[in-house]
């Protein structure tokens, strides 16, 4: 089980650095602050270049606040980007425009991840061994 709680952190980790390097590329791009969208969205979206590393970092130095702060950064992203998708029409419907986005798609599908497995990712290793040693006897 310990080591199941660690594999999920290094899946979140390498999730969460995949997406650094997506801001990143958009900052070598367009810069901070970019024109043209909400300031908030500007900013909120620029924090991700700290936050994200930010969590891959505490996910094994601190696993709790780690495994919190990813939850935290996918649900306000997914909420967040179904908003301005919702907000800023791209020609199509909300519904078409989520589901022809894989950035959309993807975030989604890690969101439900991370719902799903950060129960295990949360625990602590001495109460997982506890559990191991007292049902192996």
């Given at each position: 089980?310990?080591?199941?709680?660690?594999?999920?952190?290094?899946?979140?980790?390498?999730?969460?650095?995949?997406?650094?390097?997506?801001?990143?590329?958009?900052l070598v791009?367009?810069?901070?602050?970019?024109?043209?969208?909400?300031?908030?969205?500007?900013?909120?979206?620029?924090?991700?270049?700290?936050?994200?590393?930010?969590?891959?970092?505490?996910?094994?130095?601190?696993?709790?606040?780690?495994?919190?702060?990813?939850?935290?950064?996918?649900?306000?992203?997914?909420?967040?980007?179904?908003?301005?998708?919702?907000?800023?029409?791209?020609?199509?419907?909300?519904?078409?425009?989520?589901?022809?986005?894989?950035?959309?798609?993807?975030?989604?599908?890690?969101?439900?991840?991370?719902?799903?497995t950060a129960?295990?990712?949360?625990?602590?290793?001495?109460?997982?061994?506890?559990?191991?040693?007292?049902?192996?006897?």
């Amino acid at each position: 089980m310990q080591r199941r709680g660690l594999w999920i952190r290094i899946v979140y980790a390498l999730c969460l650095l995949g997406a650094c390097t997506n801001h990143i590329r958009a900052l070598v791009s367009h810069g901070w602050w970019r024109e043209g969208i909400p300031l908030g969205t500007a900013v909120y979206w620029d924090s991700l270049t700290v936050l994200d590393p930010l969590a891959a970092v505490l996910l094994f130095v601190r696993p709790r606040a780690g495994v919190a702060l990813t939850a935290a950064i996918i649900v306000s992203d997914v909420a967040h980007n179904l908003w301005f998708e919702a907000t800023h029409p791209m020609g199509r419907s909300l519904i078409g425009n989520v589901t022809s986005s894989f950035a959309m798609r993807s975030q989604i599908g890690f969101l439900l991840f991370v719902a799903i497995t950060a129960p295990i990712a949360w625990r602590r290793p001495e109460k997982m061994m506890l559990t191991k040693t007292v049902s192996a006897q």
